[in-house]
């Protein structure tokens, strides 16, 4: 089993800038992908960004390209999400999924039955 949990959300106005993290514990031996997924009110939830095990591959949405960066830490099990420029359109619950995998995967995943484990979210608002 591998649990997540996410922080960083919160409130803040249209243009301005967040930083989330997902810390995983339990199998953290293991290799993972991971990734990012928001969920807007009254809609389903959606990719947002991923990253490969080591780092070197990523992977973005269209409507975050250029203004979100995903990566990682391994040595502290953990992912994050910079989010720059945010607009209100960004509003949503955000949760960082992981998929075991094995050593030279350099694969990233974007589909959400791709990812086993899920965190609880984490609110973030943008005000305009």
């Known amino acids: 089993q591998v649990q997540l949990v996410e922080s960083g959300g919160g409130l803040v106005q249209a243009g301005g800038s967040l930083r989330l993290s997902c810390e995983a514990s339990?199998?953290?031996?293991?290799?993972?992908?991971m990734g990012w997924f928001r969920q807007p009110p009254g809609k389903e939830r959606e990719f947002v960004a991923a990253?490969?095990?080591?780092?070197?591959?990523?992977y973005y949405a269209d409507s975050v390209k250029g203004r979100f960066t995903i990566s990682r830490d391994n040595a502290k099990n953990t992912v994050y999400l910079q989010m720059n420029n945010l607009k209100p359109e960004d509003t949503a619950v955000y949760y960082c999924?992981?998929?075991?995998?094995?050593?030279?995967?350099?694969?990233?995943?974007?589909?959400?039955?791709?990812?086993?484990?899920w965190g609880q979210g984490t609110q973030v608002t943008v005000s305009s």
């Open positions: 999924a992981v998929r075991l995998t094995y050593y030279s995967d350099s694969r990233v995943y974007s589909a959400l039955h791709e990812y086993a484990y």
């Open positions: 339990g199998r953290t031996r293991s290799n993972y992908a």
């Open positions: 990253i490969s095990w080591l780092g070197g591959n990523t």
